[in-house]
């Protein structure tokens, strides 16, 4: 096979002289949307191979806690078990608050019709789901309860527009190994019903014929590449591109000053690239997911956000990536949190932080912390005044978050982006991964900027440009929760060609 | 010659039968970018033909007032006639703190090593430059000045990086017409130096060979499609992409609900489609030119911009790019300008502004613009306080626009995006153009994602990432500037094969 230095993604089919292997559908990448898809191209009546980068499946997933956020057609399982009624619409409310104009309206409908169904199916796997919920404010269960609010559902302006229910749904397990506890249900199951896996296998490019069709895939197997057929389709599901520095610099150079990759070790982009390649367009590559983690624990919410005016910039009772899209957009961005004494704690999820000011009144605390003279007085001052009447004509902040700021001691603590750290980020700064990728059908079907299939070529998970598409509108669960819906579509797409 | 919906914008040149005509160097696009390149590249030896879409050349430097900004080296022609010092070092300096992480450091170095000399070359096509200067913040002369600040020099935090110069150059000319009078000069020396120049012509595909060179383009002229030869090379200077509302979409979504195009008809963002299928790789494609002009006159500067939270958000000195930025940023993208009496006067570029709010105490104007009680006049009185000690401790406004607001009527002028009207923006909105594209070396050279040189293609202006970046540190004469200089380059360069 001829490769050159400038189009090294994709080859023509029509060059390949003769193939390793050949499969119906072929799957670039083992994690949550690729061991879905295959699945569902494996029961679709599909022989199925996937290919695997690493020595072993499992992908992002296996690293996360496995949230899925999920709800709608009345309730999930869990909901209901719990007297909790969900709505179709009032999801499709939700969701489409949480993007704005970067959202994809039918990806969201369809999502939101399907996700209570996608709950039945992932319980089917033999993953435990418990039927129990917290309700408190938290990111992940302290327990083993499955069910948990983990977007801005309950925060201003999203509890505007739609009725707050909790919607992030975790396997059963202490101690937040959900993901590896779904991974290894999934990828069991995946194999069990046939589906070939090669792992140690490293796509490097694409088999594409001159009409324009994508007819199989060339893989690196203990150093030499070969050539594989896909008689169907292939499915690119191969991670983002968060642990490539150069697509992060070139698509979201503005990060860079704040931010830390969070992924796993192979989001290095190639699923993206081979897309381009193959004629694909790609969306919202400049958006990324990033974590201001003040809570838990929750009782921090109680505090204020403030930047180096000393004035507040959003409720703080908003979900954590919420709180970094609006403190990345400050002009110094810098940010602190004022806290009295008896809401004080370490931030669960962050190490330790650096106190920029402590006192006994609010003006020793910014005298030590260098904010300009009398500005954080003012904004103490004047969010005090509301909050002894539960109100916040600012920023919403929800009433049983307010009380004033008046027990001291008081505390201001450094959560500016260049100064944290995080046990899972690399470096000093937020953690972030990205959300944009190759822009596609609800089906998985890869689209070209003019709006065409590109017939025989699909992605799914951050490959492609899935439900999520900022950290303003973000929740816990909704990366894992497209991965595998739309990995499952794609699947079932892929098999019935 | 073989098209297919898949890859419409790149055509095998091994396929091409018979071509219509040939030339070393074929340019796509006659703007300013174009005709630079096509004059430089005429002036290396070579035979070059332009192709121009529209059935006259100009693109949007005809419709700008064609600023252009330079300095270093010492000082252009003007600056020094001036007695104004500008040393490459500061260019560097200020250029630097502009972009930030999305600045291309090799090409602001260049820039600014060669700014002055390109001011040469500007006024020996004949373009008319007085040496007199303009003083007062504004953005074009009002006179026929041919010098004048059009930036953040003036203003923090660039005045602590970089000694403010002013670096905007414009062909004298009362009306603001410099586009045209440059275009025209510079079209009429690259037809009398022998450029053949082909109007009413769209090019709809490059021919790229299997070896990754491309080898020519193919044309629309009449109706039918034939494929011109170049053998030394084509370069795409065919303009942004703000017209074309998917690619926006596509890559910066955020922008939707507060921005309106500003560019011209032929920024459909052809030149990036081709050079992508090419195996180009684009970079900064999320960032876009803004406008937030509440100047001139200079005088509202004394104003203060406050969001929905009745809070300043930003220096009101900087430049109008800088101002629309950080208003956008605003948890809810509303912003308004407090002015008294003494200062007010109707914005010059902007259509009749809703007046929110007036009144003799700023707890009148408040109530009326239905501002967070007691918001305003906490904002108000923080200001005045410290403006009368000429000091600004939370955005560092410079001290001549600093004194208090204390001299009733007052007004709040509303210049919230979804309100205000651009003369030439086509809805309401922030005129707003793109700053992405093709990623290039300085010599125009187009670069894959693995940072190899595709043969025989460049590309120039607004269809690649050029010097400017980013609206928080734009400055008027930095795009016709970098079209116009960096055109200039790719030309030399695509000659000289």
Chains 1, 2 share one sequence.
């Not at 119906?24 to 569902?40: F, K, Q, R």
């Not at 503005?254 to 830390?260: E, I, R």
């Not at 009398?374 to 902040?397: C, I």
């Not at 750290?421 to 990728?437: A, D, H, I, Q, S």
Request: overall charge negative.
């Amino acid at each position: 096979m001829r490769k050159n230095d400038i189009k090294p993604w994709v080859l023509r089919y029509e060059d390949v002289e003769e193939f390793y292997c050949s499969a119906d559908v072929v799957i670039c990448g083992y994690g949550g949307a690729g061991a879905s898809a295959a699945l569902e191209a494996r029961r679709a009546g599909a022989d199925v191979l996937v290919l695997e980068r690493a020595s072993g499946g499992g992908g992002a997933t296996a690293m996360s806690s496995c949230e899925m956020y999920l709800g709608g057609s009345g309730g999930t399982a869990v909901q209901k078990a719990l007297g909790l009624e969900d709505s179709t619409e009032n999801m499709i409310a939700y969701l489409s608050e949480c993007f704005g104009p970067n959202g994809d309206a039918e990806k969201i409908r369809l999502y939101a019709q399907g996700a209570a169904a996608h709950f039945d199916w992932a319980e089917s796997l033999g993953v435990p789901y418990k039927r129990e919920a917290i309700y408190e404010r938290a990111v992940e269960p302290f327990g083993d309860e499955s069910l948990l609010f983990t977007g801005n559902e309950r925060a201003y302006p999203f509890n505007r527009v739609a009725t707050p229910i909790p919607r992030g749904h975790v396997p059963s397990r202490e101690g937040n190994q959900g993901g590896k506890v779904f991974m290894q249900a999934l990828m069991a199951r995946v194999e069990a019903e046939g589906v070939r896996v090669q792992a140690d296998a490293r796509v490097t490019a694409l088999l594409q014929d001159d009409a324009g069709r994508v007819r199989g895939a060339v893989v690196k197997i203990e150093g030499r590449e070969c050539a594989v057929e896909a008689t169907r389709g292939v499915i690119l599901s191969a991670g983002g591109f968060v642990m490539n520095s150069d697509m992060v610099a070139d698509h979201a150079a503005h990060v860079l000053p704040y931010a830390t990759p969070y992924g796993s070790p192979g989001d290095l982009g190639d699923g993206i690239q081979m897309g381009i390649a193959a004629g694909g367009n790609t969306v919202n590559m400049s958006e990324v997911f990033l974590s201001l983690a003040i809570y838990p624990p929750a009782k921090l919410t109680h505090g204020i956000l403030v930047n180096a005016q000393g004035q507040r910039f959003i409720n703080e009772d908003a979900y954590l990536a919420r709180l970094a899209h609006y403190a990345v957009q400050q002009e110094r961005q810098e940010v602190y949190l004022l806290v009295q004494n008896e809401d004080y704690e370490p931030s669960l999820y962050m190490e330790r932080l650096r106190i920029a000011g402590t006192g006994d009144t609010i003006a020793e605390v910014e005298a030590e912390a260098q904010l300009p003279e009398g500005s954080l007085q003012a904004t103490v001052a004047y969010f005090n005044r509301h909050a002894q009447q539960g109100e916040d004509p600012l920023f919403h902040k929800a009433p049983e978050w307010l009380k004033p700021l008046d027990k001291p001691p008081f505390a201001l603590v450094s959560y500016c982006p260049r100064e944290v750290k995080y046990p899972m980020g690399n470096e000093r700064g937020y953690v972030m991964f990205t959300l944009g990728g190759l822009e596609t059908l609800p089906t998985g079907e890869v689209l070209t900027a003019g709006g065409a299939v590109i017939p025989g070529l699909y992605a799914a998970g951050r490959t492609s440009a899935g439900l999520p598409r900022t950290a303003s509108g973000y929740a816990s669960g909704m990366s894992v929760g497209d991965a595998t819906f739309f990995g499952r579509l794609a699947g079932k797409q892929a098999a019935t060609r």
